[in-house]
């Protein structure tokens, strides 16, 4: 080779050389990864006998792992076995765990959440991604996105990079709403349409309602015109009815088949559906006739036929069925599936268990997070303008009713200024009320969610109510006159805020059972605003009550 040529590779090897080690030592990973995606390996074994033990273990956890066997061919025989003991000693204290172990079957295993946590947080601070990828492998989806969740915005998305594509679609499935749009969006394009292949129809369904519009749109283009004829048909229903939820890979036959030629159909599947414990009749034109039990199919004799097995008194959902009522039903009957028809009496398709226990899950969610005038999909990271502006209104809200109590505060200050103890007391009476008041408040929300409260027996609840306000008042307002008593001598005081206390508990009973049902006739979520409103109510009346008997008798 002329030496001009000889000088020229020179300076390619020296310059891709230094980039490379600039890039590992400055942890640029991107940067790390961009420039070993590009080279053969063999120039990769090559270089990386120009680099530090510990340069060459952070630039290995960068290349692809489709080209690790064969950079390792061209190593060196020492230099090879120098790296993979490097690398077996730094991924040793990875948990090795089968991807079905159950946490709380072994007293060693209760904290392992928190140690896979720990570990992905460790490999993320030494930029050891592969020791990520190699864990994430063994673990189930829901434990990936779990993990994901409890991450930083910056780290979420490094760990991301490290979830195999074949698997990311299930990860998706498993993430909080506000979570699966962030790294959906952070996505190329082709990779998300690979993972929406790999998700069920209704689990997709969930995606593109997630996603921005024109993400959705070029998802759906993407598939093939069957796929897309059925997403569209579920994305037209809202999200929370009985047809956002379903899916349509039901089992329907007629009434009028053998068992023996039901069998040798279901033959033909390589595997059922998930959760089919129901196969559906129906006739020639789709109409919904009945259910067939998939176990008295398996027990029947071959030549009886679907109709003398079928239950036709199984009630099916209704399409436009508000979801909330769907999974009160699951819960109430114990269903694994129920079929969903349209007003013509059509089987559309089937809701399964595991839709239903989202939803049961987001209710419970949503009426927790909503008592602090928070959404049940924020995500715990992320960005602080983000959260701070969502908390911001329910902050503001509180200042006005805060202001509202403060003015009637306002309104007995030549009270307060003559009689110093009543300022001491204040707090009690309206603490007493709040308590109480939110204890009936969240008994009811909890009647109107799972369907157990409705006009018929509001009343019966409402005299219980107000019959535990009158026994928890005439309770303590004795326990708080008499301390008062004691404390500042003076028996007029302990009157005023033993009636205070019982006028402001009975206000309580009945104002966490009007408020709530009267925001639910109105259209307005309970859960979000109860607490608010009950809490501006009972500090009114309390101090009200309170300083308003302190006037009259005292001044």
Same mark, same amino acid.
């Given at each position: ?14 310059? @891709? ?33 120009? +680099?530090?033990? @510990?340069? *060459? ?22 230099? *090879?076995?120098? +790296? ?7 991924? %040793? ?13 072994? !007293?060693? &295993? ?12 460790? !490999? ?6 592969? *020791? ?8 189930? /989806? ?5 993990? &994901? ?31 699966? *749009? ?156 129920? /079929? ?5 009496? +059509?089987?559309?398709?089937? $809701? ?32 602080? =303008?983000?959260?701070?502006? %969502?908390?911001?209104? =329910? ?11 403060? =003015? ?16 001491? +007391?204040?707090? $009690? ?29 509001? %009343? ?30 003076? =028996? ?60 009259? $008798?005292? $001044?």
């Amino acid at each position: 080779m002329p030496p001009d040529q000889q000088n020229e590779k020179a300076d390619v090897v020296r310059t @891709e050389i230094d980039l490379l080690r600039e890039a590992v030592t400055r942890d640029k990973l991107k940067r790390t990864r961009r420039l070993l995606k590009a080279m053969h390996p063999a120039k990769i074994a090559s270089l990386f006998e120009a +680099l530090t033990p @510990e340069q *060459r273990v952070a630039a290995w956890h960068q290349i692809d792992e489709r080209a690790e066997p064969k950079v390792l061919a061209y190593l060196p025989a020492r230099l *090879r076995a120098r +790296l993979l003991r490097d690398l077996d000693a730094e991924t %040793r204290p990875i948990t090795d765990l089968p991807a079905d172990a159950v946490p709380g079957e072994d !007293a060693s &295993l209760e904290d392992e959440p928190q140690t896979q946590l720990r570990e992905v947080l460790d !490999a993320l601070n030494e930029h050891k991604l592969k *020791r990520i990828a190699r864990l994430f492998r063994k673990l189930h /989806p829901a434990r990936i996105a779990g993990l &994901l969740e409890s991450l930083p915005a910056a780290e979420r998305a490094t760990a991301w990079d490290m979830v195999d594509n074949d698997r990311t679609g299930k990860v998706l499935r498993h993430l909080q709403q506000e979570v699966r *749009r962030r790294l959906a969006a952070e996505m190329d394009l082709d990779d998300l349409v690979d993972a929406a292949r790999t998700l069920e129809p209704d689990d997709l369904v969930d995606l593109i309602q997630d996603l921005p519009e024109s993400t959705g749109r070029q998802i759906l283009q993407a598939l093939s015109q069957r796929e897309r004829e059925r997403l569209e048909s579920m994305l037209s229903y809202p999200e929370d009815s009985a047809g956002g939820l379903m899916n349509m890979d039901q089992i329907a036959v007629r009434a009028n088949i053998k068992i023996g030629a039901l069998l040798r159909y279901l033959r033909l599947f390589e595997d059922l559906p998930p959760n089919t414990d129901k196969i559906f009749v129906v006739d020639r034109k789709n109409h919904y006739q009945g259910i067939l039990r998939v176990r008295r199919v398996l027990t029947a004799l071959p030549e009886a036929s679907v109709a003398d097995l079928m239950e036709t008194d199984f009630e099916p959902v209704a399409v436009d069925q508000p979801s909330g009522a769907v999974a009160h039903r699951f819960e109430e009957q114990d269903l694994v599936s129920a /079929p969903v028809i349209d007003e013509n009496g +059509l089987l559309l398709g089937r $809701i399964t268990i595991d839709d239903v226990v989202d939803v049961i899950r987001e209710q419970a969610e949503h009426s927790m997070m909503g008592m602090a005038g928070l959404n049940e999909e924020t995500d715990m990271f992320a960005p602080v =303008w983000t959260s701070s502006r %969502r908390r911001a209104v =329910w902050l503001g809200i509180n200042l006005v009713t805060a202001f509202l109590a403060a =003015w009637v505060i306002g309104r007995f200050e030549a009270t307060l200024e003559q009689v110093v103890a009543l300022a001491v +007391l204040m707090p $009690i009476v309206a603490s007493m009320g709040g308590i109480a008041g939110s204890q009936t408040l969240t008994l009811v929300i909890r009647g109107l969610a799972t369907g157990q409260l409705g006009s018929g027996n509001t %009343r019966i609840l409402l005299l219980k109510e107000a019959g535990i306000g009158l026994l928890n008042g005439l309770l303590w307002a004795l326990v708080v006159a008499a301390l008062a008593i004691l404390w500042f001598g003076n =028996w007029a005081i302990g009157g005023i805020i033993g009636v205070a206390i019982l006028l402001n508990l009975m206000c309580a009973a009945l104002s966490g059972v009007a408020i709530p049902l009267l925001m639910h006739r109105l259209g307005i979520d309970p859960a979000l605003a109860g607490g608010v409103v009950l809490t501006t109510v009972t500090d009114i009346v309390g101090f009200f009550a309170f300083l308003g008997l302190a006037t009259l $008798i005292l $001044i």
